[in-house]
């Protein structure tokens, strides 16, 4: 009788194990095939976030968040659901709202780095600067963070003071250098700018990006034909990246190529449609 009992329970687990792996192996159809049909009673909290990643990751979004605030509902004391439904609201921009969720959620597990950051990253982009300092603070070797934060607030001294000190701390770390070079860009210190951007492709020569800001600063400098050729750079990296597009336009036109400088300027449009990449 007992080995009757146990049979259903242990099929149950063989299927949820098997919905597990399809969901690590981003087969998110197969893993809800295997997950909907089980009753309430038997979802318990790692299968409503499976539920909800599956459901996210197929642009389900009300049935996503439908289930990890279910599992929020059920069980309180879940941390990863918290996790989840945080960075769900954060991936649809949905600023505001998170930072209302995260809140309180802080304050249930304030322990939580994971939950931290995640409200100070949800405060940064709902223009709640201080709130977003004051988040960051509260994390260990946060000066990445509180620079980037302060870079994005206006407050250009802060940021550099920030990212120097991260920069001290990890000197092999092209994001926070790439900001470095930002911040001084910002500051109009072209010299330190560039060190620090050349720096950034020695680190990574895969980061398009310090590319761009280099043809900024050669155009900035009237050096057409050095921003010229870190443009082309630029685009060889990755041609998806609309902002470089815009200024080949631009160098285009000031070296009179009318023809590539329209191309340059339709490629850039295009893509701009489809991205939210980087201001030019």
Known sequence: ???LLATPLAAR?????????HFVSGRFRECLAILEPLPESARDADVLN???????QLGLSDDAQRAFRAAIRRFPDHLAAYQNLGAFLLERNANQEAVEFLTPAVSRFPKSHGLIRTLG???????RYEEAHA????LPDSDALLGDSYLESGDYPAALAYLNQAARKHPADAKITYLLGLAHSYRADADSAQAALQRVLELDPRFCLAYHQITKLKLDASDVFGALAYGKQAIQCDPQLAPPHYLMSRIHSMLGDAAESEEEMRLFLSLRLDTHGTKP
């Open 1 to 3: 009788m007992l080995l």
């Open 121 to 127: 990253v949800a405060c940064q982009r709902a223009g």
């Open 13 to 21: 687990a063989d299927a949820v194990a098997e919905a597990r792996a």
């Open 50 to 56: 499976m539920l909800g990643g599956s459901y996210a």
């Open 135 to 138: 988040q960051f603070r509260r």
